[in-house]
Nanobody, 121 residues
Framework: QVQLVESGGGLVQPGGSLRLSCAAS????????MAWYRQAPGKQRELVAI???????TYADSVKGRFTISRDNAKNTVYLQMNSLKPEDTAVYSC???????????????WGQGTQVTVSS
């Protein structure tokens, strides 16, 4: 079994910063793409940022220049540094990872449980 556990959410004032972490554990042979998504109340889930196995990132236009995604392959962990936060960034943030549990297994997508980020004065 594979688990993804997020941490680092909370309440922050506009203009502030937060750093989210998502650690994968369990039966892991290899991790491909890792990503952060978010879902605000009454809205569809949207992709925030992805980072490929070679470390190359892609960002949603709404967070470019403010958020930075990174990963530590030795720790099977992906991070999301969020700066200059705005009220519209308020959402539940969830991580997703494409993982193989063994050399013979197929790639499977796994989700974390989500962490709340609230940006408010």
């Amino acid at each position: 079994q594979v688990q993804l556990v997020e941490s680092g959410g909370g309440l922050v004032q506009p203009g502030g910063s937060l750093r989210l972490s998502c650690a994968a554990s369990g039966s892991i042979f290899s991790i491909n793409v890792m990503a952060w998504y978010r879902q605000a109340p009454g809205k569809q889930r949207e992709l925030v940022a992805i980072i490929r196995s070679d470390g190359s990132p892609t960002y949603a236009d709404s967070v470019k220049g403010r958020f930075t995604i990174s990963r530590d392959n030795a720790k099977n962990t992906v991070y999301l540094q969020m700066n200059s936060l705005k009220p519209e960034d308020t959402a539940v943030y969830s991580c997703n990872a494409l993982i193989r549990s063994s050399r013979l297994d197929s790639w499977r997508g796994y989700w974390g449980q989500g962490t709340q980020v609230t940006v408010s004065s």
